[in-house]
């Protein structure tokens, strides 16, 4: 544990932000740049030959993975015999963001940068396989990026697995050791139907799923259908990467938005019509009484 206010070599730790299975992370002022960083440091007493490899593996990962929703990697050492990754620091988690009501607008703007984010992943043939809120850091101006490739697998023609990622997120055959890009697929699905939905499907995962009233309210049938596909138990019938997922999301997008556009429309047309209707017949009433 590193203690507040404490020099580590350049930086200067702030605060911690929070406690993973295997690493904490800090906020730490970065001296000689003259920024605040996030600091990623794994448990020294847990820290083995295994974990080891997984920490070099995500810096690997992001060293290829140059993309503006994805988090980049600034740098990375052993300093104080401590291993260290180093990346900008965000303003807030998904997570987090969720907690406070949100726009269809910006619901939809979020599920899009993440959807960019895993479809350029998987375009380099690399699975995330722990997609959570809590991996999706929000910076100025709602710009997402996505966090924590340290147990992302590159595909090959056979891809084994210990089950690695976070209960509640992951698809079962992830769970169950068999992790593919059908995988982050479903972690995608979970996280845009709770964003609309806000309700968290939950296993055996069958429809009718929590909260698909309030998401019918927003969406057309033909979201739904997107968002059921996504969430199929079998991995066979989801769509196959987040590449194939993505171009269906965005005309799905420009349809729901549209179609919100024109409903508030409608209703502004009806108050308008509403207070005219009012206001005829308040200055009738007034011409009356002069009358009178």
Known sequence: MLRIRQRFDKYRIEKRLGEGGFATIYQAYD???????????????????S???????????????????????????FIENKFVIVTPLGEQTLSERLRKRMSLELTLDFAEQMLEAVAFAHEHRVMH????????????????????????KIAVRTVRSSG??????MAPEQAMGK???????????LIIYRMLAGKWPEWPYEWPMPGLRRLKQKVSP???????????????????????????????KR??????ASKRSRKTTKRAGTTRKAKSGSNG????????
């Open 164 to 169: 690695s990622g976070t209960l509640g997120y």
């Open 129 to 152: 396989c722990d997609i959570k809120p809590e991996n999706m850091i929000l910076f100025d101006h709602n710009h997402l990026r996505l966090a924590d490739f340290g147990i992302a």
């Open 285 to 292: 009433v007034r011409a009356l009484r002069r009358i009178a």
């Open 51 to 77: 974990m080891m490899r997984d920490l070099k593996n995500e810096v690997r990962v992001l060293a290829r993975l140059n993309h503006p929703h994805i988090l980049p990697l600034k740098y990375a050492a």
């Open 31 to 49: 001296s000689i740049e003259g920024v605040r960083v996030a600091l990623k440091i794994p448990h020294q007493e847990v820290i083995g030959d």
């Open 179 to 189: 992790p593919s890009f059908r995988s982050d697929v479903f972690s995608l699905g």
């Open 222 to 252: 033909e979201f739904v259908e997107f968002l059921r596909k996504s969430l199929e138990v079998n991995p066979k019938k989801r769509f196959t990467d987040a590449q194939q997922m993505l171009p269906q999301f965005r005309k799905l």
């Open 255 to 260: 349809q729901t938005l549209k179609q919100a």
